[in-house]
């Protein structure tokens, strides 16, 4: 009989509005041992709201591998540990994911409890397609990979979600108007608080209403419903080209063939040169 474990239980908290967080959220931060932040200075001001005292350990994504290790030691104390993110959902572009992954391999209890997430409230406001969803976070810097994320969003039938921070906002939008033509954009910020906005139209009118805005922002971008691309294909090199087919789960047959159509080549070109490649 293996000796009694603590719980991990995944706490979302407010994104802005205060009153944002549920009944049984406060209950568990009352009860576990130990509350695991994003920000231990930023969750103390919720919990001094909620008047709430209990013993803090940082858990950020630049340390997050190192406590991990404490934490799972104190899991398997006996300990009942939070896990809380400066807004929202713990491991929603928030670090959780580690000690979370850890948690399930040393057979701890993983416990979420739910609340409010910037994603999902951006979109049911948004008045874009529900139905059908991808959330891909925050856009790559790196060039290569934001080039691959941003045909992502061209291609995909199903409603795009993204985040960005404001200071990034304008390049982010440059980009997507390369590729999104006349498809329906919401950029939604400051999700629960006083000037909580959202701001409607295609992304050349996202772009000309936007002018320093402040607060985290969410972007719902319709699915391509049209089946039109712009991607010039020929900017990618063939591997790039490749690997983006691939991503969709295309085998490589068919792969080649698309490959063979958007660059105008025959499929016997494409194809030698992935051999001549190999």
């Given at each position: 009989?293996?000796?009694?474990?603590?719980?991990?239980?995944?706490?979302?908290?407010?994104?802005?509005?205060?009153?944002?967080?549920?009944?049984?959220?406060?209950r568990?931060?009352?009860?576990?041992?130990?509350?695991?932040a994003?920000?231990?200075?930023?969750?103390?001001?919720?919990?001094?709201?909620?008047?709430?005292s209990?013993?803090?350990?940082?858990?950020?994504?630049?340390?997050?591998?190192?406590?991990?290790?404490?934490?799972?030691?104190?899991?398997?104390?006996?300990?009942?540990?939070?896990?809380?993110?400066?807004?929202?959902t713990?491991?929603?572009?928030?670090?959780?994911?580690?000690?979370?992954?850890q948690?399930?391999k040393?057979?701890?209890?993983?416990?979420?409890?739910?609340?409010?997430?910037?994603?999902?409230n951006?979109?049911?406001?948004?008045?874009?397609?529900?139905?059908e969803?991808?959330?891909l976070?925050?856009?790559?810097?790196?060039k290569?990979?934001?080039?691959?994320?941003?045909?992502?969003?061209e291609?995909?039938q199903?409603?795009?979600?993204?985040?960005?921070?404001p200071?990034?906002?304008?390049?982010?939008?440059?980009?997507?108007?390369e590729?999104?033509?006349d498809?329906?954009?919401?950029?939604?910020?400051e999700?629960?608080k006083?000037?909580e906005?959202?701001i409607?139209?295609?992304?050349?009118?996202?772009?000309?209403?936007v002018?320093?805005?402040?607060?985290?922002?969410?972007?719902?971008?319709?699915?391509?419903?049209?089946?039109?691309i712009k991607t010039?294909?020929?900017?990618?090199?063939?591997?790039?080209?490749y690997?983006l087919?691939?991503?969709?789960g295309?085998?490589?047959?068919?792969?080649?063939k698309?490959?063979?159509?958007?660059?105008?080549?025959?499929?016997?070109e494409?194809?030698?040169?992935?051999?001549?490649?190999?």
């Amino acid at each position: 009989m293996r000796e009694e474990r603590g719980k991990l239980y995944i706490v979302a908290t407010p994104i802005g509005n205060l009153e944002d967080i549920t009944l049984r959220a406060i209950r568990i931060l009352k009860s576990v041992d130990l509350i695991a932040a994003e920000d231990t200075r930023h969750t103390l001001k919720l919990l001094n709201h909620l008047g709430i005292s209990k013993p803090l350990i940082s858990n950020h994504r630049h340390n997050e591998d190192i406590k991990t290790n404490i934490l799972i030691q104190k899991l398997l104390e006996g300990k009942d540990i939070a896990l809380v993110s400066d807004a929202g959902t713990p491991g929603i572009c928030d670090p959780g994911e580690v000690v979370i992954k850890q948690c399930i391999k040393k057979e701890i209890d993983v416990i979420p409890i739910p609340g409010a997430c910037a994603m999902i409230n951006g979109l049911i406001a948004s008045g874009v397609d529900t139905r059908e969803f991808a959330f891909l976070g925050f856009l790559p810097l790196n060039k290569k990979l934001r080039k691959e994320k941003l045909y992502k969003v061209e291609t995909s039938q199903e409603t795009i979600i993204l985040y960005e921070a404001p200071h990034k906002l304008k390049s982010t939008l440059k980009d997507l108007e390369e590729v999104l033509e006349d498809r329906q954009v919401v950029l939604a910020r400051e999700l629960t608080k006083i000037h909580e906005e959202f701001i409607r139209g295609d992304v050349s009118e996202i772009i000309e209403k936007v002018e320093d805005l402040k607060g985290e922002i969410v972007l719902i971008i319709e699915g391509n419903k049209k089946g039109n691309i712009k991607t010039n294909f020929k900017s990618l090199s063939l591997e790039e080209h490749y690997q983006l087919y691939e991503e969709q789960g295309l085998e490589k047959k068919e792969i080649i063939k698309k490959i063979a159509k958007d660059r105008g080549l025959s499929k016997n070109e494409v194809y030698q040169k992935f051999i001549s490649n190999e």
